[in-house]
């Protein structure tokens, strides 16, 4: 069982067709099944139009789904239950800080704020007395709700998952420190993408995980809540970014590269495919 999870805040482009391709081929050559999740937690920047462009994208290129589409939003009740048993499990504080707090914390602690994937929350909000948090949290202030690290790996121990390689599978140790401790919901929204990722994974019954290489980090703290909510581990495969000439990721910002304008160019689902899988660079001409 196999999944791909976009987010309907775009069209879909060479980069995600890549994604899609991992995981429809994996479910087909093994009689599997693979599903269609939208991952729409953040409705200030999803919207339906995209959900439909994206049904309709991978209809046209002949990557169908099994069963129901699953969309993210439908399933805040799923989100809360896993909460509250963290909550329960005392793995969760509330954390006030504003984005500019956090990353003057950092500086005086003398770690990079601009650094490409950043360094974790320094836990500012980790230590505030009982009375103090409840006191913020009834006044009405915005908080996120963060993953107490230290607690939640004192609960789990060590972890590992197994990595399908080109090479074959291979087991690897969770190293989730890194990240620290990441936001699982804020004050109006009972999940985060790893919340959500880790209960859907686990609600439809994936087995195997395909997804980009930059993906690959969150798996670590993905491993750690599977653990702590005693949810089975699929294995995964983290598979590389097509890039652009200049070997930038491809992104939204790609425009000739959503499935909408290439198929307007004439280019058909085959070339597509062939393209989103191709080892090359994804636009322009082939570098040898
Ligand atoms: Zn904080």
């Not at 190293?175 to 401790?181: E, V």
């Not at 200049?246 to 307007?264: C, N, V, Y």
Request: aromatic share 6%; with cysteine; glycine share 8%.
């Amino acid at each position: 069982m196999t999944r791909f999870a976009p987010s309907p805040t775009g069209y879909l482009h060479l980069g995600h067709v890549r994604s899609a391709i991992e995981g429809w081929r994996a479910a087909r050559d093994s009689g599997g099944r693979f599903l269609l999740r939208l991952e729409d937690i953040d409705q200030t920047r999803c919207r339906d139009e995209y959900s439909e462009a994206i049904l309709e994208d991978l209809s046209w290129l002949g990557l169908t789904w099994d069963g129901p589409v699953r969309k993210q939003s439908e399933h805040f009740d799923d989100y809360r239950d896993a909460l509250d048993r963290l909550e329960a499990m005392g793995v969760l504080y509330p954390c006030f800080c504003t984005r500019k707090e956090i990353q003057e914390e950092i500086a005086r602690a003398g770690g990079a704020p601009h650094a490409l994937s950043g360094p974790p929350y320094p836990g500012t909000c980790r230590g505030l007395d009982r009375r103090l948090r409840e006191e913020k949290q009834l006044s009405g202030i915005d908080y996120a709700l963060r993953l107490d690290l230290a607690r939640a790996l004192a609960l789990t121990g060590l972890l590992d998952w197994v990595e399908e390689e080109e090479g074959g599978p291979h087991r690897k140790p969770a190293d989730p420190a890194p990240l620290g401790d990441v936001v699982l919901a804020r004050k109006d929204v009972p999940t985060s993408y790893h919340l959500a990722v880790t209960v859907d994974d686990a609600s439809q019954g994936v087995t195997l995980v395909t997804r980009g290489e930059d993906l690959a980090a969150a798996t670590h703290v993905h491993r750690v809540l599977q653990a702590l909510l005693d949810l089975p581990t699929p294995r995964y495969h983290h598979h590389e970014l097509l890039t652009d000439p200049s070997g930038r990721r491809l992104s939204k910002r790609d425009h000739a590269l959503t499935i909408r304008s290439m198929r307007e160019c004439g280019i058909g689902p085959t070339e597509i495919i062939a393209r989103a899988v191709s080892r090359e660079n994804a636009s322009g001409p082939a570098r040898r």
